[in-house]
């Protein structure tokens, strides 16, 4: 069901069905407006077309199993994509979307963070753990300011990602608010945070080790159980799977003087991540059962420092963007741009 065609409707309750060629997406209001983004969860799907309006499709919920994430009441899964009118009524554009197992994040053009779906251990930063069919928004960042780098400033949030059962907010200012399930670490706020499979936070909490150092983020991505970020100055961190507990550097600029350089985008999947850099080049580390690590066949092990995959399994071709989800990656090549 999560691939958004009727022909899904064989497939099982909670939308397992698979389909070994890409299809188009086509709104079914007939418009004709162009996808800017997609985010997949494990049961449903969304996408963000011009204009800013959300379309969600997928798995609605059960009785047994919770609520879904799609947003537009009720249980009733779609077949096909939907629109959330809720958010053309209210007049905001959709500027991010991005998708759990089972809740979804919604950040709007005028920096409003919303949530729906799921609402165990927190997931829905609203600091209760009940499901919500529809997305409300989460008005922490209205009202509380822990902010370590900006105290002044009510922090204006510019992206959010969403592991299997956690959530992250980044602020204009670098610095990462988690909530959420923490019993993997996850959320890397130290041992404090993290006391048994039921830890969790519902309130968004800023990790202030990181901008307590002077570290300032400028991106981050969430994995099943981990976060990864890159800093300004180009320095790594890594938190999660049971690992580690709080930021753990993966790389630091001193320690690469001739490696690793110029991140412009980190990603990440369950037990692996990626650092893709300005010059077109990925790196990988983390399992090699992921089998997203891209190593060949010569990686036996596991892989703990970033480590170069080959230019030739691309082509040589320049790498423009990199995505990943828990056991599937996808990297976006400039056929006319090559590197050695």
Known sequence: MQLGREADRGASSIGTGADPEPVVFEAPDGSSSKVISASLGAFHSAAITEGGRLWTWGWGGSFWYGAGALGHSGSAGAEVPVLVEQFVEEGEEVRQVACGAQHTLVLTAEGRLYSTGKGDFGLLGRGDSQDEPEFEEIEYFHQANDSVLNPEDTPLIIKVDAGKNFSAALSQHGELWVWGRNDYGQLGLGEEAMGDMYSAERYPRLVRSLPLEGHRIIDM????????????????????????????????????????????????????SYALTASGSLYSWGSKASGCLGLGPDCDKNVVEPTLVPAEAFGHQRIIDVVASKWRCLAITQEDAHVA
């Open 221 to 272: 991505a969430c994995g099943e159980q981990h976060v990864v970020c890159l800093t300004a100055s180009g320095a790594l961190y890594e938190w999660g799977n049971r690992t580690w507990l709080e930021p753990h550097p993966v790389s630091l600029p001193a320690r690469y003087s001739e490696g690793l350089k110029d991140i412009v985008k980190v990603a990440a999947g369950d037990k692996f």
